[in-house]
């Protein structure tokens, strides 16, 4: 008998919108901010511990005392690449090389975007404005 009434039972989706419950939500969300904030605190100190010495040496601007180390540094990549002892790099000094120069390149290219005010540009072909050509220039 039992599966006889689960055999003709149907099961239907209930496709009507519900009002939705924020005071629940914002019930809930309320609850839990301080002990979300507390792990996150907690978690926090020791990775801010490891990241802050290195903040304040890698993140501070250029001074003009550094300048004559960047031309030596810079003396000694355009020597490399005179005599060819690039290619004596490890594959580890290589990589670091390569992602160094692909991030001032890219660099680069978000300050021409920002410059410009956006990726995509309209250039209009007459002055009748009646031929329009998009194009994305980078």
């Known amino acids: ?23 629940h939500f914002v019930h809930n969300l309320a609850e839990k901010a301080p002990v979300l904030a507390n792990t996150a605190v907690t978690y926090s100190k020791p990775q801010l511990a490891i990241f802050l010495p290195y903040a304040k040496v890698e993140l501070l601007s250029p001074t003009p005392a550094k300048i004559p180390t960047a031309t030596q540094n810079l003396k000694k990549i355009v020597s ?36 410009k005010g956006g990726i995509l540009v309209i250039m209009f072909e007459d002055q009748s404005l009646t031929s329009v050509s998009f194009g994305f220039i980078i």
């Open 1 to 23: 008998m039992r599966e006889q009434s689960h055999s003709t039972r149907e099961s239907r989706i209930d496709l009507t919108p519900k009002p939705a419950n924020h005071g």
């Open 80 to 115: 490399s690449a005179q005599t060819g002892s690039f290619k004596q790099l490890t594959g580890k000094e290589a990589l670091l090389n390569g992602l160094a120069a692909t991030e001032v390149w890219m660099w680069f290219y978000v300050g021409e975007i920002i410059g």
